[in-house]
Nanobody
Framework: QVQLVESGGGSVQAGGSLSLSCAYSNSRNLMAWFRQAPGKELEGVAGIDSGASTKYADSVKGRFTISKDGAKNTLYLQMNSLKPEDTAMYTC??????????????????????WGHGTQVTVSS
């Protein structure tokens, strides 16, 4: 069982930065951040495995950074140069089984079993 609790969301103007945190009870081989805007599908934003390999959605490459601190049991998402289209509910997620996951699977929602409740990010123009 893995509990996930996000924090750090809020409102910011375009071009600004926000840092999201996700406190987890137990680590998993693969963890990620997802987002969903009203009326849109769930989108994988960034994923990281136990070897620190990462994968980003094309829409956030070069602006967002995912990281994980095992000593603090916390997953992070640093978001810079934010745009209005980044406005969404951001949720962290973890896989159920600690098996091997291919890089191509990092941002597939179907691979994840544990989900947090989310934190809202709003970017104004």
């Amino acid at each position: 069982q893995v509990q996930l609790v996000e924090s750090g969301g809020g409102s910011v103007q375009a071009g600004g930065s926000l840092s999201l945190s996700c406190a987890y009870s137990n680590s998993r081989n693969l963890m990620a951040w997802f987002r969903q805007a009203p009326g849109k599908e769930l989108e994988g934003v960034a994923g990281i495995d136990s070897g620190a390999s990462t994968k980003y959605a094309d829409s956030v490459k070069g602006r967002f950074t995912i990281s994980k601190d095992g000593a603090k049991n916390t997953l992070y998402l640093q978001m810079n140069s934010l745009k209005p289209e980044d406005t969404a509910m951001y949720t962290c997620a973890a896989v159920r089984s600690d098996t091997y996951y291919a890089w191509s699977e990092f941002l597939l929602p179907s691979k994840y079993f544990y989900w947090g409740h989310g934190t809202q990010v709003t970017v104004s123009s």
